[in-house]
């Protein structure tokens, strides 16, 4: 069956790093886009970054743009989020998602996306 399985979250100093990994299994993986979206208590899951299946496109939200580095390793089925000077409001339980190739739409639409992790958490203490 389909996995994501994110990993990496944890407590960080603001300013500080931290490097969030997502493993996924039981579909073809290079056959879709990977995105990163995160989520505070009370708020609707938010957009912050995305792949193409070929690694030839990103995009990012606003409030990361400059801090935060999506890259993709197809040959070992993982997505990963750098994030740099962490700031307190990017603290957030964090989901990878897969969006099909041939899916039309914009990248920031949770509803365009098959398939999500179970989240890692990210504190960021100021």
């Known amino acids: 069956q389909v996995q994501l399985v994110e990993s990496g979250g944890g407590l960080v100093q603001a300013g500080g790093s931290l490097r969030l990994s997502c493993a996924a299994s039981?579909?073809?993986?290079?056959?879709?886009?990977m995105g990163w979206f995160r989520q505070t208590p009370g708020k609707e899951r938010e957009f912050v970054a995305v792949i193409d299946w070929a690694r030839t496109t990103t995009s990012y939200a606003d409030p990361v743009k400059g801090r935060f580095t999506i890259s993709r390793d197809n040959a070992k089925n993982t997505v990963y989020l750098q994030m740099n000077s962490l700031k307190p409001e990017d603290a957030a339980v964090y989901y990878c998602a897969a969006r099909s190739k041939y899916m039309g739409g914009t990248w920031y639409e949770t509803s365009r996306y098959s398939f999500w992790g179970q989240g890692t958490q990210v504190t960021v203490s100021s």
């Open positions: 039981g579909y073809t993986f290079s056959s879709y886009d």
